[in-house]
């Protein structure tokens, strides 16, 4: 896991927990792996969470550790440390998870309006190829946009399509198009 956002952290805790392995015994790796909330007190650091002695020397008392689970994948955790040794109450507790949980849903959302934007570009692209594919007889310009439209949608650096023609004399010749690279970059490949 990667600390993303803090308040209120020592030099020493934005030291240890820039990046925190899954294995570490802490409250915050074991609602990571577990996919539930994990809310333990001081007696718990000791005999649960071996790795968690920096807490209790940054005068964490008790923790809730609770994790977002976006579509079935861990998203992140969100972890709140307290400087007393209580039990969080359960209206606390009932409060933190539905803060929790609306967290989840926006970010299902956002999520989603990603995959709907990706979709509709992708559906634009191979619209405008199939527009082009029905209306275009130049072989060349065909096949450079399908190279094009191959390098769009995959996401690719750069593209090539190689192709051999036949001309009147019985001859046979290579050709290609390049998409996201200048031709000289092809120029020196032998045919």
Known sequence: LELRGQVGYSPELLRRFARVPLTLQIPLCRAARLGQ?????????????????????EQTRSLAALPLEVEE???????????????????????????????????????????????ADTLKTL????????????????????????????????????YNVVNEQQESYTLYTLSGVPREAFAAFPM
């Open 37 to 57: 909330p994990v809310f333990a007190q001081q007696a718990d650091f000791a005999r649960d969470f071996p790795d968690a002695s920096v807490l209790s020397a």
């Open 73 to 119: 994948r861990l998203w992140g955790v969100l972890v709140l440390s307290f400087d007393e040794d209580r039990p969080l109450p359960p209206d606390e507790r009932a409060f933190l998870l539905s803060l929790v949980g609306q967290c989840v849903q926006a970010l299902s959302r956002h999520e989603t309006e990603q995959r709907l934007r990706v979709q």
């Open 127 to 162: 619209n405008a190829v199939g527009r082009a594919l029905s209306a275009e007889l130049d072989l060349d310009r065909l096949v450079q946009a399908v190279t094009d439209a191959g390098v769009e949608l995959t996401g690719a650096q750069f593209g090539a399509f190689f």
